[in-house]
């Protein structure tokens, strides 16, 4: 049914599609092609999930917060069907269920924090297992 009412959007092999921290305005539903997920951190990039065909993205900063809490871009060529919130209200009518959705995106969200944080955490912890090795081999 939101079939009828997005636009269908193509994207190139490694597009922004857009990044953490933008306005959101828009989900996203993968038509053909991947999309990942991810975030920038001072280490480097976290990836948190990659998506494909049948797969919707975006949807958390409906509710809530108004900002993208992690980045994507497409992986291979993507064809994605963008659906406004306003389309999403409509076919979202009751109250109680957009209460659900609201609670269940910022659980999702907190779980996104701390996925990140053990992965930044086990970066650098390999980081410094391979110096103490390299220092050892150098002895």
Known sequence: M???HGVIRK???????FKQDDQAKEMYIIRSG???IFRETDEGEVVLANLGPKEFFGEMAFFGSQTRSASAKAVDDAELLVVDKETLTNF???PVIWSILERMSERIREVDDK????????IVRKEHLKSII??????
Not at 11 to 17: C, K, T
Not at 115 to 122: A, N, T
């Open 2 to 4: 939101l079939e009828e």
């Open 134 to 139: 390299s220092r050892r081999r150098l002895v």
């Open 115 to 122: 996925i990140e944080g053990l992965l930044v955490k086990d």
């Open 34 to 36: 991947k999309v990942r």
């Open 92 to 94: 979202i009518k009751d």
């Open 11 to 17: 994207y190139r092999d490694g597009e922004i599609v």
